[in-house]
């Protein structure tokens, strides 16, 4: 895989746009004047985690003696449960935070921006081929910038877009994310089961 490939496919799974409703209805409970401030705070921390795991992930992995496949089927079931409360919306909205409370880490940067699935692709081009750290890298960082740029002027997507079409954009970004969850799901299967059938 060449760069600008790795990058469109960390970008796709970032999947800026699919999060601009997320990220809309948690910062409309923040002040307007902190709003910008939160989300270049949990932009920066979400790509400080993304390059631990690039640079960390298969010292992470083998450390606590787990298998890529254990990442891809966990980053599955927390996708389709995002999924599910996106088409489903409850109150709190996707990540269920109570009205005027700052989000912290959790849920922007992870598990929003630096999501099981970005990490775990992270992981899985540092697995394939180590020698092209650095291009990884660029890969990581093209990705991240544009879904900065989008999600910094969520306004004028919002503005663009409205209140109907971005929970019209939510639910059917939810609807692909089930079907990305799913697929995650049933690749980390197929892997164990090859995996575990070439071993025994």
Known sequence: ????????????????????????????????????????????????IMML??????????FLNLRTESVSIA?????????????????????????????????MAIPLMAGPSVLAALILLAH???????????ALVSAWGVSAVILLFYKLFTKVLGEKGLTAVERLMGMVLVMISVQMFL??????????????
């Open 128 to 138: 394939t081929d180590n020698s092209r750290m650095f291009d990884w890298t660029i």
């Open 1 to 48: 895989m060449d760069t600008f490939s790795a990058a469109v496919m960390l970008f796709l799974i970032m999947d800026p746009l699919g999060n601009l409703p997320i990220f809309a209805s948690i910062l409309r409970h923040i002040e307007p004047k902190k709003r910008r401030m939160v989300l270049i705070r949990e932009l920066i921390i979400a790509l400080v």
């Open 75 to 107: 980053g599955g079931i927390i996708l389709f449960l995002i999924a599910i409360r996106m088409i489903f919306p409850q109150p709190g909205g996707v990540v269920g935070l109570a009205a005027g409370e700052e989000p912290f880490i959790v849920p």
């Open 187 to 200: 690749d980390g299967i197929a892997n164990y089961i090859s995996h575990t059938g070439m071993t025994h």
């Open 53 to 62: 795991f690039l640079f960390a992930g298969e010292a992470i992995l083998s």
